[in-house]
């Protein structure tokens, strides 16, 4: 939860901001490009890392607002 907390103060505009400044502030360009959502080809898949729950339950909690 705590997670979840620090990134919901990150915030934006809309959702597509929002997730673009979360990503940014959890990840370093050079981490980044080593990964995409399904991990197609020699990239790592960001959709099997727990981070993807922490970011959705981020979401969560604001949509309760």
């Given at each position: 939860?705590?997670?979840?907390s620090?990134?919901?103060?990150?915030?934006?505009?809309?959702?597509?901001?929002?997730?673009?400044r979360?990503?940014?502030?959890?990840?370093?360009?050079?981490?980044?490009?080593?990964?995409?959502?399904?991990?197609?080809?020699?990239?790592h898949?960001?959709?099997?890392?727990?981070?993807?729950?922490?970011?959705?339950?981020?979401f969560?909690?604001?949509?309760?607002?």
């Amino acid at each position: 939860m705590e997670q979840i907390s620090y990134l919901g103060v990150v915030g934006g505009m809309n959702v597509k901001e929002t997730t673009r400044r979360i990503l940014k502030t959890l990840f370093t360009n050079s981490l980044a490009v080593n990964f995409n959502f399904y991990g197609h080809g020699v990239k790592h898949a960001f959709g099997a890392l727990h981070l993807k729950e922490v970011v959705n339950g981020m979401f969560l909690t604001i949509l309760k607002f």
